[in-house]
């Protein structure tokens, strides 16, 4: 009972940090704005973050996830996480496709777009069958929302290695999320789903891990021949 207290005190405290560090311009937004068109205006653009402070949230970010998929039991907490993870995992996909600059990152990004349609979809048919009561999100939460924003405000120079960062994050995040529903989860239908999500994140996993030793050899390689 004590670790979870302080677990979710730092994950509130890292929450605010990261709330903190993303406030945008939202406080000067009129009534009536359109929020299609507000939201192309706050939209950001590459190259308009900061290298250093983006590593900084996503290692925050990447904490937060960590503490918040280990107390992760209930099918409600499991659902949210898993459909919000999915979520990102396709938008990030998308806008890796046309920025990664890595054919083989790009490669990577694809197989994330497409696998974690399946696994949503996947997760949207179970509940229907064995919780029609919970409903997945439809939007992304701010963590991830946070995520997504630094992504594509990464200059062209960054982009690889903001994408991969996040990645190797994502999927330590996932890994846990999956392997602790899978073992005390509430749910039987959904305790199955998290067991066999789990080897598709571990591959995941193992993929990205490679583009990033690849990614930082060839990186040294380059910086050793000027």
Known sequence: MHRRII???????????????????ADNNQPGTN????????EPAPGSKNEAVSAA???????VGTITAELTTSTKGFVDDAATSDMYEVQAGQLAETRAQSPQLKEFAQQMVDSHTQTSNELKRILAKSAPSFMPPTELDARRQILLDDLKGAK????????????INAHQE???????YA??????EIQVFAQETLAKVDMHLKMIREIDRASRAHNAQARNTR
Request: glycine share 10%.
């Open 7 to 25: 677990l979710g005190t730092t994950a509130l405290a890292g929450m605010m940090l990261l709330a903190g560090c993303n406030q945008e311009t």
């Open 156 to 167: 062209d120079e960054d982009f690889d290695g903001r994408y991969i960062a996040q990645q």
């Open 57 to 63: 949230k996503d290692a925050v970010a990447g904490a």
């Open 183 to 188: 073992k005390n989860g509430d749910n039987p």
């Open 35 to 42: 929020n299609a068109i507000q939201t192309a205006q706050n």
């Open 174 to 180: 996932a890994d846990i999320l999956m392997r602790v």
